[in-house]
Each structure stands twice: as structure tokens, then as C-alpha cells.
T-cell receptor
Framework: AQKITQTQPGMFVQEKEAVTLDCTYDTSDPSYGLFWYKQPSSGEMIFLIYQGSYDQQNATEGRYSLNFQKARKSANLVISASQLGDSAMYFCAMRLVGTGNMLTFGGGTRLMVKP | GAGVSQSPSNKVTEKGKDVELRCDPISGHTALYWYRQSLGQGLEFLIYFQGNSAPDKSGLPSDRFSAERTGGSVSTLTIQRTQQEDSAVYLC?????FGAGYNEQFFGPGTRLTVL
């Protein structure tokens, strides 16, 4: 069975600095997708970025980038130039391709941006 | 366009009562998912529907939980004889289709269920 681990329950970052949120995963399936979602205090889940297991390049979306290290089974999210609005819970998730399309989520990291 | 909507946004019920939670997916999305977010268990998959195929119920925690999707659109999650451990936020998500490749799931705002 697949598993996602986020080892940082909470993190602080200074406004305008970069921050890395860790995510490791475990699966024996070669085909999978990795997602990061942001959940502000309002509760909605906001999609941030996606990385496919066969993608050769690290995904980037604006200030978000995914540091994908396949051999280490890690998919860390990097947020550049942190903003106060980045304060939220961040979830890493994995989907196995070809099986049930459900997401398996990590436990989340609460990011707090200090002014 | 409209996103995924869920109703009610909050539901307080007494232990032993049945509850129904509703999800309206994004128009055109053929896949629909239910997840549960609770303090002790994090985010858990419950059930998903893809088109007219039989749903994947592998995440349902007990036979008190059931879900249906009518006409390939609206879905209702029913919890019978609610227990206090059912208290959680129930999230619904939809996506274009099941299968290979990038397939983002769009989440609704959730229904916060409190069982007294």
C-alpha cells in the first residue's frame, strides 16, 4: 500500500524568504502522480502543483516548485518569496495511475509566515 | 464556472441519527470522490465514482456509511446511526476522468459534521 509522510507538523518562515516543505512517499508502483494542496483556515483545498513519476523535469507553478528526487522517493515543495497569505496547512498527496484514482494524503505541514 | 459545492456547510446531529451530505460536482466531471478529514486520522479516502462504473467503496469505514450518485452528477453520502467518532469534515472532490496522467481533483468547501 502507498504511504505519504510529511515530517514537519509546523514551520515558521520569514516573509519574503523561501521555504521547503518535506514529503516522502512509498510505493512499489512505477506509475504515480504527486500533488501538493494548500488548505487555508477557511477549509477549502487548493491545488498547487503536480509531478508525474515519469516527468523528467521538476514541476514549477509561479512561486511553487517541486523538488522531485525519484530515487529518494521525495517530493518536496519549495515556496519562494513567502507571503503572509501563504500561511496555511499544506498537504502532499499521491495517486497511483491505473488503479483507484483516489488520493492518499500525508499528515500535513502547518506553515506560518512571519511579517 | 461554478466549483464543487457541498451542503450543508455545517451539520450538528445527535448520536444515533442518520445524516445525508450532498455534493454537486463541477459540470462535465465524470469522477467524484468523498474524503473525510478528522483530527485523529487526517485526510482519508472514503469512496469514488467514475461514470457509470461500480463505485470503489474500499475506504468506507463501516457499513453505516453509504453513498450514491444519481444521473452521473450529484452525490449523497449517508451515515446511518451516527457515532461521535464520525465527527469530521467531509470533503467532496471531482475530476474530469479516471486514468493515466495529470488529473487534478477539485475540492468542495466541505461539510463539518458534529455528532453530539
Amino acid at each position: 500500500a502507498q504511504k505519504i509522510t510529511q515530517t514537519q507538523p509546523g514551520m515558521f518562515v520569514q516573509e519574503k524568504e523561501a521555504v521547503t516543505l518535506d514529503c516522502t512517499y512509498d510505493t512499489s508502483d512505477p506509475s504515480y502522480g504527486l500533488f501538493w494542496y494548500k488548505q487555508p483556515s477557511s477549509g477549502e483545498m487548493i491545488f498547487l502543483i503536480y509531478q508525474g513519476s515519469y516527468d523528467q523535469q521538476n514541476a514549477t507553478e509561479g512561486r511553487y516548485s517541486l523538488n522531485f528526487q525519484k530515487a529518494r522517493k521525495s517530493a518536496n515543495l519549495v515556496i519562494s518569496a513567502s507571503q503572509l497569505g501563504d500561511s496555511a496547512m499544506y498537504f502532499c498527496a499521491m495517486r497511483l495511475v491505473g488503479t483507484g484514482n483516489m488520493l492518499t494524503f500525508g499528515g500535513g505541514t502547518r506553515l506560518m509566515v512571519k511579517p | 464556472g461554478a466549483g464543487v459545492s457541498q451542503s450543508p456547510s455545517n451539520k450538528v446531529t445527535e448520536k444515533g441519527k442518520d445524516v445525508e451530505l450532498r455534493c454537486d460536482p463541477i459540470s462535465g466531471h465524470t469522477a467524484l470522490y468523498w474524503y473525510r478529514q478528522s483530527l485523529g486520522q487526517g485526510l482519508e479516502f472514503l469512496i469514488y465514482f467514475q461514470g457509470n462504473s461500480a463505485p470503489d467503496k474500499s475506504g468506507l469505514p463501516s457499513d453505516r456509511f453509504s453513498a450514491e450518485r444519481t444521473g452521473g452528477s450529484v452525490s449523497t453520502l449517508t451515515i446511518q446511526r451516527t457515532q461521535q467518532e464520525d465527527s469530521a469534515v467531509y470533503l467532496c472532490a471531482s475530476s474530469f476522468r479516471f486514468g493515466a496522467g495529470y488529473n487534478e481533483q477539485f475540492f468542495g468547501p466541505g461539510t463539518r459534521l458534529t455528532v453530539l
